[in-house]
């Protein structure tokens, strides 16, 4: 294949059917007709020797051939835009999506942050969120579908890049009036009600660990520990999982009805007792800690806009949460105070 033949513009209407696999989004995306797109996607087929896009049920499905493809065209297509474009980011001037996965702890207390300081500091600029327990990580950070990933991980391919947001702990909340509030908690007393048990993966394998493994990429699926680790033979104690679900949008709903005892993560916990008038109770014992993190492909170092992302909204989000939840202390009996 003679390169200098090729029109570019054919690799433009290949990521963008990669990305929203389908004809008709490719076309919105590019501002072409669905039949441009078609005529493209012929030519690249003739051009490739392979069907690249196989029409599906759900779409556009790509073949295996344009799976192996994509990485190296977005990657051609973004450093051609380098060299063509100025390297600088003006925030106020941007009109730039950011593509961004997020767990559900970091949609129900960052994003609403990180929102507001985008809006105040880049007031054309968009976000958009895909859910971060049902992507396969890797394959969408290689691909460029996403440019980063906030939420709890372990280990990384040596290509992805991490950055420290915040420390994040976790709480016990029941609803006003639960008897647990009304003395001092112990372990047995703990064990006595049945828990609610948020595990992100929708699934009922839980690694020791907290972690699962997936094409490279461990993530944290859950931050409750407490049934887990006290079930030994040491105390002979044995709590039962009356609810588990793959959220955390429902805990504060269902344990403000009911005698049921959830973990949640500290900032959480926080909120949604305001929200329910939950009380938030006193560990009987050390608290989990994790660290809340943002996860990029190395490419993403050379992208001005990921960095001012980096640079400027992360850390003043991550101050605004940590002041947020910095002074409230727990209790054995008090609901926290509806503001």
Known sequence: MAIRRVDLNL?????????????????????ITPSAVSHA???LRQLLDDQLFILAETGMTPTARALELAPDIN???RRFAEAVTSRSFDPLRSARTFRIAMSDYAGM?????????????GPNINLRIFPLSRLDLVANLDSGQVEMAVGWFGNLP????????????????????????????????????????????????????????EQGVERRVWIERLLLEQEND?????????????????????????????????????????????????????????????????RGNQDPGLQWFFGEILPATAADLKMATADHAEGPAEPVPRT
């Open 11 to 31: 690799f433009r209407v290949f990521e963008a059917i990669m990305r929203h696999r389908s004809v008709a989004g490719a076309a919105r995306e590019l501002n």
């Open 41 to 43: 996607l012929a030519r």
């Open 75 to 77: 990657e051609g297509l």
């Open 109 to 121: 207390t960052l994003l609403p942050l990180i929102a507001d300081k985008v809006g105040k500091m």
């Open 158 to 213: 040596r290509r992805m890049r991490r950055m420290p947001v915040l420390a994040e702990s976790e709480a016990l909340v029941v609803r006003v009036g639960h008897p647990l509030t009304a003395s001092e908690i112990t372990m047995e007393r703990l064990f006595a009600f049945p828990h609610v048990v948020v595990e992100l993966t929708g699934s009922e394998a839980r690694p020791a660990d907290g972690f699962i493994e």
């Open 234 to 298: 040491k105390n002979g104690l044995v709590g039962r999982v009356a609810i588990s679900l793959p959220h955390y949008s429902a805990v504060a709903n269902l344990v403000g009805r009911s005698d049921m005892v959830a973990t949640l993560p500290r900032s959480i916990a926080i909120r949604e007792a305001a929200r329910e008038s939950l009380v938030i109770l006193k560990l009987p014992y050390d608290p989990l800690q994790v660290m809340v993190e943002t996860v990029w492909h190395e």
